[in-house]
């Protein structure tokens, strides 16, 4: 099922980065035009993984974290299930290549982390 506030939210991060913004038309046209959110927030997840090793893209790690934080925080369920499920779960768990990303969280994203027991 559809659900247009995590469409809005996979929207709003791929208008944030060039990257991403390429990878939404790669997901696009690998699924025939539709936006599989839980799908590509994994692809978010891993791109994200991916340049947070990279210190000149510290900042940009940062600013996806916080509004992702803040997506989270005035989310409706949607959209913090979706964040929840397909963000938060698949980051590393800790001491597995990548999990620093996990000490860069904001608060509402650690505490849902903490929540759910990751």
């Known amino acids: 099922m559809m659900n247009e506030t995590q469409i809005q939210l996979v929207k709003a991060l791929a208008a944030r980065s060039l990257e991403l913004a390429g990878l939404l038309a790669e997901h ?5 035009g539709e936006i599989l959110t839980h799908v ?7 791109w994200l993984i991916r340049i947070a ?10 600013e996806m974290l916080e ?7 005035r989310g409706d369920e949607g959209v913090r299930e979706l964040i929840s499920v397909s963000f ?6 800790v ?16 505490n849902e ?3 759910r027991g990751s």
């Open 28 to 32: 696009q046209a690998d699924h025939r």
């Open 40 to 46: 590509f927030m994994g692809d978010v997840t891993r």
């Open 53 to 62: 090793s990279d210190s000149r893209r510290r900042s940009e790690v940062r």
């Open 67 to 73: 509004f992702l934080d803040a997506k989270f925080e």
């Open 88 to 93: 938060l779960e698949n980051l590393p768990e």
């Open 95 to 110: 001491g597995e290549p990548g999990s620093d990303i996990v000490k860069r969280l904001g608060p509402h994203l650690a």
């Open 113 to 115: 982390m903490q929540r």
